[in-house]
Structures are given as C-alpha cells and as structure tokens.
Nanobody
Framework: QVQLVESGGGLVQAGGSLRLSCAAS????????MGWFRQAPGKEREFVAA????????AYADFVKGRFTISRDNAKNTVYLQMASLEPEDTAVYYC?????????????????WGQGTQVTVSS
C-alpha cells in the first residue's frame, strides 16, 4: 500500500497563496489517480481536485473557481495543489489520496490510501 505524507499547510491571510505537497512512497505512484480532499470542522470530507496518472487530465470542485491547480511529478512521486486567492471558507484539513480507478472519481470511497492531512487556515 502507498504511504502518503502531506505538507505545506499553514496560516495565511485571505487572498494569499499556499502550495501543498503530497509525497508518496513506493514505486507504484504513477499507476494511481491522485486526489485532494478537504474536511472542515463539523463538515463531511469533500472533493477538491484530482489528476490522472500522466497528469493529462484534471478535475476540480466547483468551489475552486479556477483558484487551485493540481499537478504531479511522477519522477518525484509527488502531487501538488497550488492554491491562490484563498478565502476563509477554504479553512480545512487537506488530504491527498490514491485511486486505482481508470477514470477520475469525486467520491471519497473511490480512494484507497490516505495521508494524515495538513491544516490550512485562512484568516479574514
């Protein structure tokens, strides 16, 4: 099973930017679709973005509104989430996860391995 470690979270003012990283162990990283999810206190975990195995295809939640960009570097076994124009509503723990499916899925139960999460806090 793939081990995932997220980093890059922190405290940022509204309108600011952060870049999250998710490093994966093992030699099978490129065989997985990778996704980012987030969970705010008292809310369900929700889909943020996902990227296909080669990085050719991506998908985003509607609330991203062009503010976030997902990318991956298979040579480094790492997936990234570049976040800009952050809003207080983006405050949450952000998780990366692997999906063995052939197409990008938005449901959390389509993803198998999960990282421990990284906290993103956006102040107003």
């Amino acid at each position: 099973q793939v081990q995932l470690v997220e980093s890059g979270g922190g405290l940022v003012q509204a309108g600011g930017s952060l870049r999250l990283s998710c490093a994966a162990s093992g030699r099978t990283f490129s065989t997985y679709i990778m996704g980012w999810f987030r969970q705010a206190p008292g809310k369900e975990r929700e889909f943020v973005a996902a990227i296909s195995r080669t990085g050719e295809n991506t998908a985003y939640a509607d609330f991203v509104k062009g503010r976030f960009t997902i990318s991956r570097d298979n040579a480094k076994n790492t997936v990234y989430l570049q976040m800009a124009s952050l809003e207080p509503e983006d405050t949450a723990v952000y998780y990366c996860a692997t999906s063995p499916t052939w197409v990008i899925m938005r449901r959390a139960n389509s993803y198998g391995s999960w990282g421990q999460g990284t906290q993103v806090t956006v102040s107003s």
